[in-house]
């Protein structure tokens, strides 16, 4: 199949995610098919958007985003609310990342939207080659970023504090911001500003402190 760079993804590996069987069965158990249909209706709206996240600022009835993904779901808002709050009880869904950053997502969700981004085709034909280049190497950066080893992770106080004051001013969560500072190496920081920027240039991000943390560690 022919996965053209869309914004979205036409589809997604629907299978991959067999060690989150478990937790998905655990959901089942107490929602029967409405656990099944949910989970994966939540993955269609996530990737949907061709990115590895969805938005959700809070778990009550008078949420926009509650409103929409239990439309969606074909669930009343207090059963939608009801089956996520057991699906972040149980680490189906990442709770960490809904309370600091207003996400919902989960490890496995990024690591089949990195897969997927390496899947994707590049049409031969393309009037723009320019364009082309462009996406294979915003792809070949963020593998480079995960993949290669961090020789240090020291820093001078300077560099600390002028990557503090970054992370700061697009809203990374504060509590956060020295862990990502000890774990990360300067470069490795500076890289992913660089890539971060190029994709609000594109405007192909919408949160950018939940993008940053997604390719630092944490």
């Not at 996965?3 to 989150?20: M, P, R, V």
């Not at 509650?66 to 089956?83: E, F, W």
Request: hydrophobic share 35%; glycine share 0%.
């Amino acid at each position: 199949m022919d996965n053209t760079i869309t914004k979205s993804f036409d589809y997604f590996l629907h299978y991959y995610a067999s060690n989150e069987t478990f937790k998905i069965r655990q959901l089942e158990s107490i929602y029967n098919n409405d656990a099944y249909a949910y989970y994966y209706k939540m993955l269609e709206i996530i990737f949907s958007k061709g990115l590895w996240y969805t938005e959700l600022d809070k778990l009550s009835v008078d949420s926009i985003y509650i409103k929409s993904y239990s439309i969606y779901t074909c669930l009343s808002k207090k059963k939608y609310i009801d089956i996520t709050k057991t699906a972040l009880d149980i680490n189906l869904f990442d709770k960490e990342k809904l309370e600091l950053q207003y996400i919902l997502t989960n490890d496995i969700i990024i690591d089949i939207y990195s897969r997927m981004t390496r899947r994707r085709s590049v049409p031969v034909a393309d009037s723009n080659a320019n364009k082309v280049n462009e996406c294979e190497n915003v792809i070949s950066t963020k593998n480079k970023l995960n993949d290669r080893k961090k020789a240090s992770y020291e820093m001078t106080a300077e560099d600390h504090a002028e990557l503090y004051r970054q992370m700061e001013k697009i809203g990374v969560n504060k509590k956060m911001i020295p862990m990502i500072l000890q774990l990360n190496s300067y470069n490795d920081i500076k890289d992913a500003f660089d890539l971060l920027s190029y994709k609000l240039s594109k405007r192909e991000v919408t949160n950018a402190p939940a993008y940053l943390c997604a390719i630092l560690k944490k």
